[in-house]
């Protein structure tokens, strides 16, 4: 086989990173392209790695591969774009590498979804902007959910498909979404959603992240929307997905992991 022919170039969003050996690390990378894939960097621990710095989670980054055996290997890494202003601050650090974290437990390998990579690139563009740092998971929670196949049913009764008045409204993760009143003792758990905070999932789901971000959305209402997204995210990860460790770290939290990168 030619050399050619056993390298190829591609980019993507470094999600996660896990030492292995004396000076090699294994990156997750999640690309518009490819997908969720995953390569090892040699030597990215030492000193003198050219790569350091470049492969980092939360670094956009292109990168040249070769194949391997197992696994891939990362030979070049070029950042394409980082997020300074994430990076050096806390709260907004721990924001995104819970959106990592989402992309990372609500993804296989090798399935590409564009809509996803577009959503994570926006929402890490926006925190490092300066948009408000509670409204982009809130967003990104509801578009994850809806791009992954388990969308937030919030047009009408999850259950029986029934219009909904304007009042407080049961939202249950085991019926999808929203659910009438009549549908409430086959809904399972849930919790009851106040007018204004339907209204801004609503929006969420038609707007742009930019749109969604320039809202005022009142404290209270922000945390009815983290707390019933939240339980979403959860139940879909344990009954779907079975990741049971982020389920609970996300409940020990609150609905916040700080990624722990480097070790
Ligand atoms: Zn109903």
Redesign the pocket.
Known sequence: MSRESRAYRTEGIVLRRRNIGEADSIFVVFGEERGKFEGVARGIRKARSRMRGHLEPLTFSRFLMARGRNLDVFTQAETVRSFPNVAADLDRWATASYLLELVDRFTVEHAPNRDLFHLLYASLESLDGGSAADLVPRYFELHVLALTGFDVYLDG?A??G?RLPPENTLVAAAAGGL??R??RPEAGTGRLLSVPAIKVLRHARRASLPEFVALRVPGAVVEELRAALGDFVRYHLERELGTARFVEELRASGSITAQNADT
């Open positions: 009764c259950a029986c029934g659910v009438c009549q549908c």
